[in-house]
Structure formats: structure tokens, C-alpha cells
């Protein structure tokens, strides 16, 4: 019992960082938080757990494993058009480290004071150290991002740049040589492995346009086929046109590619939508988004523009056709 | 990524064993699962997690494990009395062990078919075995009872029986002479434990009659206490009101009533109404609550009736006043 008290001191530790939200009618303290969510539209709602030594190195930043461990779960609101307003907290800690908590909460309050989110329950355990956030926000019905909703003749466009986390993850590995790569550069993979910034503000100007959606957290090629599987089509990739950052093409060819197509953690969008809707779009939203292929009839992916580096088709993917 | 295909699989074996709901516009498959909340209701959301080792024995059967850890997250909702809707699961596995799955979901499915929610969405990792659910349903702001609102003079009330799955753990730990007790009570205390039975029938029939609840999670006393300071209010408890399980009497008296008084995990509720409230409900439903005391203006647990166990004064209960 003493244990539990102590515990359920992290709660109240947690109580107080966020944003306070006139749609919640009562927030953590009680059996349940109870929310007041918006009229006509609906409740759109994702869970994800990040467990140490599986999603991350157990000596990572706490500041920056609050504000990931938020930010994975915003980014499934995004790739859902909704906007984001709660979550809940379940932390399984072995142990009270009252300054790893101090930093891994004040993380998480970063990106939901930016975000406008407002932590409304959760539960502190003792247990190996895992987080499960689950973050929920609004969107109508009709204005929702499907998986299913690809179609034929599609742009496939993506947001930001691709790979850059997985090459952050190589170098946090020790897998990666590093003596070609500035110190500036090795900073900025690092930060886009360990600092994902979803793109809700994006997803939210996207609204009307967008026909299916998904965020980048396996790789584009799972991610994609997720779009895909779900839209019963297939996809032209045009594999010169992925967006790639500077720092990322310092790697070979065949490693960019590779971690372009392949890495996950990025946590961009992947999204389709006529070649009129992108058209229309306004500039500063335009410019955010790379297209890098298009929706077609005929199952699989379909590659264009250069050769599939040679690890992928011996990884599984020779059935594509290139 | 082909352990993240294969962990994905696992959402597709939960992803049809619960009711389907017509609340529930998108279920699992997609980056967020889309729910259409009852209009002019709020939303009442829980999260609880169990770690493997500190909340169940890892060799429980893990039928009864998927049905404890639905079970423990509806009580919740019974515990502010709202209509049960839906859940998610984030379930961490070290391995995937096809047979312990089965039963797992099976367990979950027994209950959430029961209780007609539905599973909307979840996350499977690699990781120590952990269940962490996030269950939710509807009650209008106005009737949702809330730990805040004991008022003087009401009746404190507890459904069930108290002690019980305290003394199943004890049967469990082999800390307890079984010598006295039979079987068929020994496997009644075990059940009590293992397939805890969450209010919900009650809750909502308790509708308009109750002021403050709290589910009995962490022991009377604890959970007594946390609407004592929540309504900045005390109690006077009758220790010889309490209800007791004829297999529970078996036990030494001391044993019997601090179990009762201070073991966790019987999920019974534990609640305030006016002795008016009390005499109006219908006889079936008082049949199923015990008055156990009254709430008080002075603040503190005040004990009348039985002596207090002599244990429980040497565990920091003394500064109570008997």
C-alpha cells in the first residue's frame, strides 16, 4: 500500500503540465475522466506503447522519450485528419527516479502545450519501463483519412523527408560510418530519430483534400502497402523523386535508398489525392508535401526512376515488379 | 519488420472476438479507430495497466488473465456509473505463444461479450508481459458519480462481499493455513481473485440514488479514504456491518476483518446515498449493497462496533480514531 501511495504521487506530478480543455468536464482524479467531445463529429482514438530496449535505448534523453512517446501517438491523429485534444498515460517505471520523471514530464508537457492536448487519466506501475500513451482527437466522419480510400489515378505524396530516422538509428547503433558526416548533420538524424515532430497542423490544412493517409512509422514501402492492401491497388513509385535531406544524402546511393524506403520512425505522411486537390492547394501547404508516384490498378508497387538497391531484393521485395 | 508483421497478426486474432457496435464507425486497421459518441452524454475513459509478476502470477491462466484485465477497467466505469462502450489493448508479450493467446482472448471476449463492448483498436509489442486497457463508455455530466460529491449523512454502502480475493492471494502466496478451510471455499476465494465480476448491472441501476463511488481496488479503507478526501468529509465505519463470505469466516476474526478492511482487487463498489435514496431503491437492487456507515463531518475513518485488528493499528492505522 505504501507503494501504491507513492505511485499514485506521479500522478499528481503529471496533473498539472498540460493543457486544461473546456471539452473536459473532469480531468485525472478520479475513476474515469469524463470528456465532453465535440457535437457531430467523431471520436478518433489511438494507442501505442514504447518499451525500453525495444523502441528505445534505455539511456535516451527522458525529456525526448516524453515528447516521442506523445508525439507517435499524434502522428496516428494525423494520419487520420483529426485534431488532437487528449490522452492518457500508462507508465510502468522499476523503479521512482523523481529527476528522470521530472524531465521524461516536462517532454511530454512540451509537445502537449504545443499541441493544444490536455492529459486527462492514466496509471503509474512498478514494471520494466514502458509507456503507453493513448492519444484521441476530433474529426467528422466524412472528413476522416482512410486507409481504404485510395484511388486509381492518385498523386502519392509525402510530407517532410524520408530515412533520416533510420539513419539516426544507425548511428546511435554504431552501425553507420560516420567519418563522411558533419557533426551538424549527425545532430540533425538524431534529432529526427529521437525528436519526431507529428504533423497535425499539416493534416488539419490537408482536411477535404486528402483521399487515404497513413503515417510513416514502418517504413514507406509497409506503410504504403498498408494504403494499398486496404485500397484493394497498386502504386508507381518513382524512386528519384523520394524527398531527401542533405545530411541523408552524404550516405551512398544504395544506403539512402535503402533507409528511404525502408526505415521506419519518420513519422511524415504518406497521403493520396487527385492531381486536381493538389493543385489547388495553397502554396504553403503544397510545398510541404514531395509527390513521389501515383495510385494505380494493378496490385504491388511498382518501381520507376532508378534501380531498387540490391539488399532489398535480397530483403524480399524481388516480387515487386522494378 | 518481419517481427512487426507477425506481432501485427495478433491485433487481426482480437480484431473479431467482441461485439460489433453501431457507435463504432471504424474499428481496427486503421491509424485511429473512429467512434460516434451518444449525443448529450459524456465520455467516462480508464486506463489501468497489469505487469506480469506485480498484478498476476505469471503462470495464471491466461483465460482468466484476459478476463481480469477487461474486468478491472469496467469496474472503473461502474465506478462512475457509465454505460460500457468500448476498449483498447496494448498488449507487450516476450514471445508469441499461439496457445496462451487463444485463451487470452478467449478470456477477454467472454467478458466483453458479456458487457457488449467492443475492441476498437490496439497495439502488440515485443516486450515483458503487460496488459495495459483503456476501457470507455457514457453517462451524462450530471449523473456520472463522482468521488467529490458525499454529502453528511449518507449511507455508506458496499456491494458484495469484502476480503475475499485478499484471502485468495494469501491461498496463492501459501501464506495462509488451509488446513480449516475446504475446497470447494478455497476455490470460491480463488475465483474471487482470479475472475473478479465488475459492477456494471448495478452501477447503472444505481443511476440518480448514489452521490460519491469508487471502486474496491486497493482495499475499504484506501479506497474509502480517497472519497473522505475528496468531499473533504470523514466516515464512521461499522466493523460489524461488514459483509462477509461464509467461506471468509472461516478465518481467524483478525484475519477476517483486516482482509476486509484493507485487501485489494474485489472490485466491489463502494458508495454514498442518502438513507432516503437507500429506502426508495427497488428490493433487488438493495439487496445487493450493505450499509456499512455513515458519512460524517469530522474528518478521519472512525471505527465503531468491533475492535480493530490489532495488525492494522500497528500498520500506521492508529492515528484513526476507534
Given at each position: 500500500m505504501a507503494e501504491q501511495a507513492e505511485f499514485s504521487l506521479i500522478d499528481k506530478y503529471f496533473a498539472e503540465l498540460t493543457q486544461q480543455r473546456a471539452d473536459i468536464a473532469l480531468g485525472i482524479g478520479d475513476d474515469c475522466a469524463l470528456?465532453?467531445?465535440q457535437p457531430a463529429t467523431c471520436l478518433a482514438t489511438s494507442v501505442d506503447t514504447l518499451v525500453s530496449g525495444v523502441h528505445f535505448f534505455p539511456d535516451v534523453s527522458p525529456f525526448r522519450l516524453g515528447r516521442k512517446a506523445l508525439a507517435v501517438n499524434l502522428s496516428d491523429l494525423a494520419a487520420m485528419g483529426a485534431q488532437p485534444a487528449f490522452f492518457t498515460l500508462?507508465?510502468?517505471?522499476?523503479k521512482i527516479d523523481e529527476a528522470w520523471l521530472a524531465e521524461f514530464a516536462a517532454g511530454l508537457a512540451d509537445l502537449a502545450l504545443e499541441q493544444k492536448v490536455q492529459l486527462v487519466g492514466g496509471d503509474t506501475t512498478r514494471g520494466p519501463l514502458s509507456i503507453t500513451i493513448q492519444a484521441s482527437g476530433y474529426v467528422s466522419e466524412a472528413s476522416a483519412f482512410r486507409r481504404a480510400a485510395a484511388q486509381v489515378g492518385d498523386l502519392i505524396l509525402v510530407s517532410g523527408t524520408l530515412g533520416d530516422a533510420g539513419a539516426g538509428l544507425a548511428i546511435r547503433q554504431q552501425t553507420l560510418d560516420t567519418?563522411?558526416?558533419?557533426?551538424a548533420d549527425q545532430a540533425y538524424l538524431l534529432d529526427r530519430l529521437e525528436r519526431p515532430q507529428p504533423r497535425n497542423a499539416l493534416a488539419l490544412a490537408l482536411r477535404g483534400s486528402v483521399h487515404a493517409a497513413i503515417d510513416i512509422s514502418d517504413g514507406l514501402l509497409a506503410d504504403l502497402r498498408h494504403i494499398l492492401t486496404a485500397s484493394h491497388l497498386g502504386a508507381e513509385l518513382d524512386l528519384a523523386a523520394l524527398p531527401l535531406s542533405s545530411a541523408l544524402k552524404q550516405l551512398s546511393d544504395d544506403m539512402t535508398l535503402s533507409l528511404a524506403l525502408t526505415a521506419g520512425d519518420d513519422y511524415e505522411l504518406c497521403l493520396t489525392m487527385s492531381e486536381t486537390a493538389f493543385?489547388?492547394?495553397?502554396?504553403?501547404?503544397?510545398?510541404?508535401?514531395?509527390?513521389?508516384?501515383?495510385?494505380?490498378?494493378?496490385?504491388?508497387?511498382?518501381?520507376?526512376?532508378?534501380?531498387?538497391?540490391?539488399?532489398l531484393n535480397r530483403e524480399g521485395y524481388d516480387h515487386f515488379q522494378v
Open positions: 470528456i465532453k467531445p500508462a507508465l510502468s517505471l522499476p567519418s563522411l558526416i558533419s557533426e493543385s489547388d492547394l495553397p502554396a504553403d501547404i503544397a510545398q510541404q508535401l514531395t509527390p513521389i508516384g501515383r495510385i494505380c490498378q494493378t496490385p504491388g508497387i511498382h518501381f520507376l526512376g532508378k534501380q531498387l538497391p540490391v539488399n
